[in-house]
C-alpha cells in the first residue's frame, strides 16, 4: 500500500489511537541506555551477541520525518464513494490483468497449493504497491530504529518489530538488513510485510535458500498466498455480497468484519443475499456510503481474511473489487 494510505488507514482502524501533537522522544542518554538494554534482552531471549547487535543498531540513523510522519493526525477517513476511485482506477485494473497474464503459471501454481484465489493475490500486490513500483524509500533499519527507540506511543510494537528483524539477519533474507528499504513504517517488498510477518508467512517459493519480497516474484507471490492462508482462506468461499434490505431490516452495527452471525440470522433481520449458500455459514453486515447512498454487503470469513492485511473494511472492499475487475478483463481478453 502507497505511504500515505497506509499511514492514513493503518493508523486510522487498526492501531491505538495517538494525539496529534508530537510526543517528546527520549533523550539522547535514554535512547542509549534503552538500546543497551534491548541489546541485552536479545542475548538473553534469543542467543543474540549483544555487542553484535549494538553494532547494528550504530549503523542506524535517526530520521525525523519518519517521527513527523506517524505522528501526523490521521486524516478523516474518506467515505466509500472517494476511498473506491482512489484504488480501483482503469490503470490499476489494466496492470493487474497484465501481471496476472504476464506471470500466470507460477500464479496459478502458488494459488492452487495454497488454495487462494490467483487474482486476491495479484489484487494486494496492485493495491500494496502498484505491482512492485512503490515499495518504500526508507531504509528499514533507521524506520524500526528510529520508532523502536524515539516514538514512545508505540515503542513496544517496533521493537517487537526491531528485535524480529536482527534474528533475520542471518543470511535467511535475500540482503543485509543495513540495505533493506521500504515505508517509513519498516514494511517490505512487494506485499509490504512486517518483520514478524516475514518470519511467520514469507516463503523461499524459488528454491534459493534465501526470502527475496523485492525481486522473486516466485517469493513475492507464494508469500502473499502464505499469509492469507495462514489466516483461515477458504478456497472458493465467498467474500462478500450485496445485501437485499427487507423494509423492516433492522438495525444492526457490528463492531468489525469477523462473521460472528450465521446467514440465517441476517435474514431474519432482514438482509438476505441472491446465492444458495448454507444458512450456517458465519456472516456479517457491512454499510458503506455509495455514490447512490448507502450499500449493504454481507461479508463472510475471506472479507476478515483481507481486513487481517488491513483492517479497514473499505480496503477489503477495494481489494475484491479489483480482485474482481482482474478477474474479469482477464476473462474477457481471452487466451
Excluded: C
Excluded at 253 to 278: C, H, I, K, M, R
Aim: proline content about 7%; charged content about 20%.
Amino acid at each position: 500500500m502507497p505511504v500515505f494510505f497506509r499511514v492514513l488507514f493503518a493508523l486510522a482502524s487498526a492501531l491505538p489511537a495517538i494525539s496529534a501533537a508530537a510526543p517528546v522522544s527520549p533523550s539522547a542518554a535514554d535512547s542509549r541506555q534503552a538500546q543497551q538494554d534491548f541489546a541485552a534482552e536479545l542475548a538473553r531471549d534469543h542467543g543474540l551477541a549483544a555487542d553484535a547487535v549494538l553494532a547494528i543498531l550504530a549503523k542506524a540513523e535517526y530520521q525525523q520525518s519518519i517521527i513527523d510522519a506517524i505522528s501526523r493526525p490521521a486524516e478523516k477517513v474518506k467515505p466509500w464513494k472517494e476511498y473506491r476511485p482512489i484504488f480501483l482506477t482503469d490503470a490499476r485494473r489494466e496492470s493487474g490483468i497484465a501481471f496476472y497474464r504476464d506471470n500466470r503459471d507460477l500464479i496459478d501454481r502458488v494459488a492452487a497449493e495454497y488454495q487462494v484465489s490467483p487474482s486476491i493475490i495479484v489484487a494486494i500486490i496492485g493495491v500494496e504497491t502498484s505491482y512492485g513500483r512503490i515499495t518504500g524509500k526508507y531504509k528499514v533499519l533507521d524506520a524500526l530504529t528510529t520508532l523502536a527507540f524515539h516514538y514512545p506511543p508505540r515503542e513496544k510494537f517496533f521493537r517487537e518489530q526491531l528485535s524480529q528483524l536482527l534474528r533475520l539477519n542471518d543470511g535467511h533474507l535475500a540482503y543485509p538488513i543495513e540495505e533493506l528499504r521500504g515505508s517509513y513504517a519498516g514494511a517490505m517488498g512487494w506485499g509490504q510485510f512486517m518483520p514478524t510477518s516475514i518470519a511467520r508467512f514469507a516463503r523461499d517459493y524459488d528454491g534459493d535458500e534465501r526470502i527475496d519480497l523485492w525481486n522473486s516474484k516466485p517469493d513475492i507471490v507464494a508469500s502473499v498466498a502464505s499469509y492469507f492462508q495462514g489466516h483461515g482462506w477458504e478456497p472458493e468461499g465467498p467474500v462478500a455480497l450485496r445485501a437485499q434490505l427487507a423494509p423492516d431490516a433492522r438495525t444492526i452495527t457490528p463492531a468489525n468484519s469477523e462473521p460472528v452471525y450465521p446467514l440465517e440470522q441476517l435474514t431474519a433481520w432482514g438482509y438476505s443475499v441472491d446465492a444458495a449458500l448454507d444458512p450456517q455459514r458465519p456472516a456479517t453486515l457491512l454499510k458503506l456510503e455509495g455514490d447512490s447512498g448507502p450499500e449493504y454487503w454481507i461479508t463472510f470469513q475471506n472479507f476478515y481474511v483481507i481486513t487481517r492485511y488491513n483492517r479497514s473494511p473499505m480496503y477489503a472492499m477495494a481489494v475484491k473489487q479489483l480482485a474482481e475487475a482482474i478477474a474479469a478483463g482477464d476473462a474477457a481478453a481471452g487466451p
